[in-house]
């Protein structure tokens, strides 16, 4: 087990390799003078030569790439030019918002896309199944901003039932201590009630966008591999015992159909992190997304590379740990390594 | 261009095949034709057992060529009308790309305050937005910024992934690693995170955007074309050509090219409507195309304000229409894979 873990670890170090390079590039080797573009439109020539000599751009690319990977392990992702705070910091206090608004849409889309995949499979060409078709095929047709913007005119301005979709906490109320970041988690360990309805109740809208947007491609999957499983041999071993159908569905058939289901996660986590970034500017939510989005408004490249760099290294990292997961559930995948 | 020949032979009833499985795109269990493939082998047994008959060579001609692909084509869609359906939307869209700013009511550019925030009406359709513009007009003239960002896109992508992924699947060795290796990078990021750092830092314009959404979807076009070249380079026509003394790269672009063009076109078509979507999303971040220029995206984020006020015409045409052409492009894909590649509907 810890063989595979540690095999897969390796597997993924290319990827790292890869996605500082690539967001090293982005800011290096592309045309336009980034010592131009940090020193700001004002800038005399001295002080933009200044500021290349500060920043080692006049040193060759590999002496930059050296500084740059340098820089990166010691967690130095630059300033903002905006409020001149270093990126990391912003980041990580603005990370658990994000973090908390797409754990929720994935646990929406996940609990609501299973069982009606599921479901599908196990009646096929009921009505049941037809909404699973057409759920999934809407689903991928649906831009996730403007599901957003719907939800808010329904349920905040037709039926009023939403609070205003302004962030992550209404004014009234102070956020609970920090402890891990999560307002849900962080106000019942304070046992503060009121904040934790407060915030569920800021979460509700954008987490629901989040999951109408990654439900589609789980269900979809969820359907073709229970279908396939159904059909197999032991499932029609397991019903010629004389099993009830319950068990054979659920212990025989859900948990081998769940294999594929989550090797799809990653495709899902792909999406619903790029979602996060449109959903969280629809919501006004202060997460890593928003905070993306403010710096390509003022066209500041820092805080946006530390994003993309983030985004990709929290990317690679969920890889890895589906990797392990289906280890732990697929023992075949566990001796193979 | 042959777009029938072989399949009819291998079409397996396959209930779910795992490749069906990881591309995750079958869906359905429609019945299977097989009365029309049950008469196709028929006919082809028929003319095996009998190869001096000159009927049989007029039955082989029948089932190969353009003629017959336009039947299979016709046999498809009479039996799937929701493809046929996507397929006029299809036409409506090109239709509204082409001829579309020179029927609308108004300029979409012009402005008239004393009509603004107007709800839909006899005189302005879709409403009015804050500047008083039409939203009808707007929504119709940006269909062709917006199908053309998507299919300058997937041409691109096709060129550079296809053409890559061709030539990795057929000449394999370092080719195929180098682009591995680039594919495998580009997948190492959430794709439209990549997106937009690739955007902001080539600089904010329209070809940008057009150019980080073919970069994107590369590792997706590398992969299929590299398989399907793959199982192709000891093909008997690859043989022959080689005997006939023609080069590798000549077999390459002549040989395995147009044999892998109708599953190309199958993923070009698919892979549109996220072209849509992607370069929709950038301009709702403020990427790429810039206001007043009239694009479903650009004007989705424009409306975006108005919702909490009660104003939801604004967004919801624009909305409306992106969603409209995405479904349309995803149901098209679906049915042109149909058509190309019958194994795989399930």
């Not at chain 1, 999957?221 to 054979?248: E, I, K, Q, Y």
């Not at chain 2, 970069?215 to 590398?222: G, S, T």
Request: glycine share 8%; with cysteine.
């Amino acid at each position: 087990m810890l063989r595979m873990v540690a095999k897969r670890m390796l597997v993924a170090v290319p990827s790292l390799v890869g996605v500082v390079i690539v967001t090293f590039l982005l800011t290096r080797a592309l045309p336009g003078d980034p010592a131009a573009y940090f020193a700001g439109p004002a800038a005399t020539k001295e002080a933009i030569e200044q500021i290349r000599q500060k920043l080692g751009l006049d040193k060759p690319l590999y002496v930059q790439f050296v500084r740059y990977v340098g820089d990166l392990a010691r967690g130095d992702l630059g300033n903002s030019l905006t409020t001149g705070q270093p990126v990391a910091d912003e980041i990580k206090t603005r990370l658990p918002a994000s973090a908390e608004l797409t754990l929720l849409g994935l646990i929406v889309a996940m609990s609501i896309a299973v069982p009606l995949g599921i479901l599908a499979a196990t009646r096929p060409n009921s009505m049941i199944d037809h909404l699973c078709r057409l759920i999934v095929t809407a689903g991928v047709s649906l831009p996730v901003f403007f599901t957003g913007l719907i939800l808010i005119y329904v349920f905040y301005y037709l039926l009023g039932w939403a609070p205003a979709p302004l962030g992550r906490l209404d004014v009234f109320f102070s956020p609970p201590p920090q402890v891990t970041g999560f307002y849900l988690i962080d106000s019942l360990i304070a046992g503060d009630g009121e904040v934790f309805a407060a915030s569920l109740k800021q979460l509700v809208l954008p987490a629901l966008t989040l999951g109408i947007f990654a439900l589609a491609p789980i269900a979809r999957m969820t359907r073709a591999s229970m279908l396939a499983v159904l059909a197999s041999d032991f499932v029609r071993t397991a019903r010629a015992s004389g099993l009830s159908p319950a068990t054979v569905v659920i212990t025989y058939a859900f948990r081998n159909a769940m294999l594929p289901v989550i090797t799809t996660l990653g495709m899902v986590f792909s999406f619903l992190l790029g979602a996060n970034v449109l959903v969280e500017k629809v919501f006004a939510w202060p997460g890593i997304g928003s905070f993306a989005v403010e710096a390509l408004i003022a066209a500041d490249f820092a805080p946006l590379q530390g994003f993309v760099l983030t985004m990709a290294v929290m990317y690679v990292a969920l890889n890895l740990l589906i990797d392990v997961l289906y280890g732990i559930i697929d023992p075949r995948v566990r001796i193979e390594a | 261009m042959r777009m029938v020949p072989t399949r009819h032979s291998g079409a397996r009833a396959k209930p779910a095949s795992p490749e069906s499985m990881t591309t995750g795109r079958g869906y359905g269990f429609r019945p299977s034709p097989l009365s029309r493939l049950g008469r196709n082998d028929a006919t082809e047994r028929k003319g095996l057992t009998a190869l001096s008959h000159e009927r049989s060579a007029s039955e082989f001609a029948h089932n190969t060529g353009f003629a017959a692909a336009l039947r299979h084509a016709r046999y498809i869609l009479s039996e799937n009308a929701v493809t046929g359906f996507a397929f006029a939307l299809f036409l409506l869209i090109v239709l509204a790309a082409v001829v579309g700013p020179y029927l609308v009511p108004y300029d979409p550019l012009a402005s008239d305050t004393a009509a603004a925030l107007k709800p839909p009406s006899a005189a302005h359709w879709f409403g009015t937005d804050q500047l008083g513009r039409d939203i009808f007009s707007r929504v119709v003239v940006a269909t062709r910024l917006d199908f053309l960002i998507a299919v300058t896109s997937v041409a691109l992508v096709f060129l550079m992934g296809g053409l890559a992924g061709v030539a990795a699947g057929f000449f394999g060795g370092w080719t195929d690693r180098v682009v591995g290796r680039i594919a495998d990078t580009i997948m190492a990021f959430p794709l439209f995170v990549l997106a937009m750092g690739i955007v902001a830092a080539l600089g904010n314009t329209v070809e940008n955007v057009v150019l980080a959404t073919a970069i994107v979807n590369f590792p997706l076009y590398a992969r299929v074309a590299r398989a399907e070249a793959n199982v192709r380079r000891e093909a008997g026509f690859d043989l022959a050509a080689r005997l006939c003394g023609n080069g590798e790269m000549r077999i390459l672009l002549a040989q395995i090219l147009p044999n892998i063009m109708p599953i190309m076109v199958v993923q070009m078509s698919l892979t549109m409507g996220y072209a849509i979507l992607n370069a929709a999303g950038l301009s709702f971040i403020g990427l790429g195309v810039r206001p007043p220029t009239a694009e479903w995206g650009i004007m989705v984020a424009e409306g975006a304000a108005f919702m909490v006020s009660g104003e939801w015409w604004i967004a919801f045409f624009p909305g409306a229409a992106l969603m409209v052409a995405v479904f349309c492009f995803n149901l098209l894909g679906d049915g042109l894979r149909d058509i190309v590649d019958p194994q795989r509907r399930t």
